[in-house]
Every structure is written in structure tokens, then in C-alpha cells.
T-cell receptor, first 117, second 111 residues
Framework: NAGVMQNPRHLVRRRGQEARLRCSPM?????VYWYRQLPEEGLKFMVY????????ESGMPKERFSAEFPKEGPSILRIQQVVRGDSAAYFC???????????????FGAGTRLSVL | EDQVTQSPEALRLQEGESSSLNCSYT??????LFWYRQDPGKGPEFLFT???AGEEKEKERLKATLTKKESFLHITAPKPEDSATYLC????????????FGSGTKLNVKP
């Protein structure tokens, strides 16, 4: 059973370009979370999605950021018109259970490191 | 405001020198507390979940405990391969969609 797969592992963009980060959850997992991690800081929650639904996007900036988890294919975190402050590691996690269920464990991918020049 | 604070920020130990990492939290009703290990350039790897005060979990040289205000990760006779950043996260009872992470403790175990 493959783990959570994120690609690309490293992404370099110039200011103003778009960044697309992909996350394929573990097999059988229909719950996806995105986090951002700045150097020497903890992970910051961005968004929680289920298949075809955004459940909680309270941690995501209102502008330029969007996320989706379609019925088929990976979850996508999209950042439009990137700025230098977007440079960070972006992690995706998946879970087979809803957050309300006990033993709801999140399994993380290796992350995408975004560098904005 | 929900908050998770980990201490110390960094810890250097000699191989075999036992110690503890602390995770203090303030949350309006704890649903669960999670410990993760993160190696450089990798994603967090799940270690333990604790749900109620007094609960303890063990795995090899690691033991996690929980009180109403904090959790400890005890490392007994550590080895160099235990070197990593250890992250603590809490899930609140009223806002269970989010996991709040601390900044981590970077552990370095010297042979």
C-alpha cells in the first residue's frame, strides 16, 4: 500500500506565476488535509477536503489560494500569482476516517518545497 | 486561542542519556493529542495518539504521557537513529477539522 504521494517534490516559480501542487492520498483514504510549513516553524493547517467537497478552508488565505479534491485524480493545491512569501514546504495528509471518529490519524506525504524567485 | 508550545526547541543528548520532551497545550476541550517524528526533507511520521489524562503509550524507546495541560515524550537510552524533530499536535473537541501543531523539538543524539 503506497503512502501519500506528493509531486513535485521541489518546485521553483518566479513571482507572478502559478504553482500547482498535487497530492494522491493513500488507497482507501477519502479525507485530505493541506498544511504549510515555514522554516523552523510548525505545520499550519490550510484546508480539509473530502471527495468533491471543501469541508474547512479556514486556514487558507482568501486570495490566490484554492484547493480541490475531484472525484477522480489527486487533490490539487493551487497558488496563483505567487509571491516570495509563498516559499515554504507544503504537506498533504490523508485519513480514512472523518475528524469526528476516534483513531483519526493523518498520514503525511513527503511534501512539496516551493521556492519563489 | 488554541495553542501548542513545545520545549525545548533543541536538545542534544549523548547516546544512552534519557530525557523528556514537553508539549504544553491550551485548547477548549481536547479531543486528541498526537506525536509525530519528522526527519529532514520528509513528512511527519505518526508515533502516538493520546485521548485522556493519565493515558500512556509506548513504542520501543519512546513513551508518551498526557495530563490535562501537557504531554511528555520520554526517550529512554536514545540512539543516534532517534535524531529527528518531534512534533506535537492537538485536535480540539469543538473544531475537530483542524490539527494544531507545535514548532517541534529538534533532537540530536551523539554516539
Amino acid at each position: 500500500n503506497a503512502g501519500v504521494m506528493q509531486n513535485p517534490r521541489h518546485l521553483v516559480r518566479r513571482r507572478g506565476q502559478e504553482a500547482r501542487l498535487r497530492c494522491s492520498p493513500m488507497k482507501g483514504h477519502s479525507h485530505v488535509y493541506w498544511y504549510r510549513q515555514l522554516p523552523e516553524e510548525g505545520l499550519k493547517f490550510m484546508v480539509y477536503l473530502q471527495k468533491e467537497n471543501i469541508i474547512d478552508e479556514s486556514g487558507m488565505p482568501k486570495e490566490r489560494f484554492s484547493a480541490e479534491f475531484p472525484k477522480e485524480g489527486p487533490s490539487i493545491l493551487r497558488i496563483q500569482q505567487v509571491v516570495r512569501g509563498d516559499s515554504a514546504a507544503y504537506f498533504c495528509a490523508s485519513s480514512p476516517l472523518t475528524p469526528t471518529e476516534m483513531k483519526n490519524i493523518q498520514y503525511f506525504g513527503a511534501g512539496t518545497r516551493l521556492s519563489v524567485l | 486561542e488554541d495553542q501548542v508550545t513545545q520545549s525545548p526547541e533543541a536538545l542534544r543528548l549523548q547516546e544512552g542519556e534519557s530525557s523528556s520532551l514537553n508539549c504544553s497545550y491550551t485548547v477548549s476541550g481536547l479531543r486528541g493529542l498526537f506525536w509525530y517524528r519528522q526527519d529532514p526533507g520528509k513528512g511527519p511520521e505518526f508515533l502516538f495518539t493520546l485521548y485522556s489524562a493519565g493515558e500512556e503509550k509506548e513504542k520501543e524507546r519512546l513513551k508518551a504521557t498526557l495530563t490535562k495541560k501537557e504531554s511528555f515524550l520520554h526517550i529512554t537510552a536514545p540512539k543516534p537513529e532517534d535524531s529527528a524533530t518531534y512534533l506535537c499536535a492537538v485536535q480540539a473537541r469543538y473544531n475537530f477539522n483542524k490539527f494544531y501543531f507545535g514548532s517541534g523539538t529538534k533532537l540530536n543524539v551523539k554516539p
